[in-house]
């Protein structure tokens, strides 16, 4: 991974397998001490389903051949795929003095910036964590806590197939729809709506 230091340590890399992340972000969090930075990882991944720890199998609605993985954030099923930003927070929450809720709150809202650099309205929402626009969802969260710290994140759909969507209800809601930034008028390349994300994220974690 590419690594942009600045108080918080920013790493970048491309199209990366789901299991390894995972494994990673494991190690990472196992191998903290107090002193070690928080990071984020923004990356993409091949076609994945990730179930969360609830995660209800019915929610797959059928077989499409893509991998299922049971992974250990919150939340239901959902799809990544190249095109759509990846987010993972890596942070020491408790030294960040921040909730679970708090940290929900700024994710969703590093999104709701983004998007309204672009004159594009969105909102999060408390009932059923994410970011929508005009009710259709464009990013999904998740998180594990882990000894203070976490890990997972928010996945934003930038310009990518939507299809493997129907196939589940995604986050859990039936006929929920989803969206992208290229479906809604941003011509923007998914390098720069990452490097955007990325200074947002950090913009909120201050406030």
Not at 48 to 56: H, S
Not at 103 to 119: H, I, N, P, T, W
Not at 142 to 159: E, F, P, Q, R, W
């Amino acid at each position: 991974m590419q690594r942009i230091t600045s108080g918080l340590e920013i790493r970048y890399a491309a199209v990366v397998d789901y299991l390894s992340i995972w494994q990673a972000m494991k190690a990472f969090t196992a191998s903290r001490t107090q002193n070690t930075p928080d990071e984020i990882w923004l990356l993409q991944h091949w076609p994945v389903y990730t179930q969360g720890v609830a995660g209800k199998p019915e929610h797959l609605l059928y077989n499409s051949g893509i991998p299922v993985v049971r992974t250990d954030r919150g939340g239901q099923i959902t799809y990544h795929g190249p095109g759509q930003v990846i987010a993972y927070l890596l942070l020491d929450m408790r030294r960040l003095k921040l909730g679970v809720r708090d940290l929900v709150r700024k994710m969703e809202g590093a999104v709701v910036d983004l998007l309204d650099e672009y004159r594009v309205d969105a909102c999060g929402n408390e009932d059923a964590p994410g970011v929508y626009v005009g009710g259709a969802k464009i990013a999904a969260l998740g998180l594990k806590i882990k000894n203070g710290c976490c890990y997972h994140g928010l996945a934003l759909n930038v310009s990518m197939d939507l299809t493997p969507f129907m196939a589940i209800n995604p986050c859990g809601y039936t006929g929920l729809r989803v969206t992208q930034t290229s479906d809604l008028g941003i011509t923007d390349e998914l390098e720069t709506l990452q490097g955007k994300l990325a200074e947002k994220l950090k913009a909120r974690l201050k406030q």
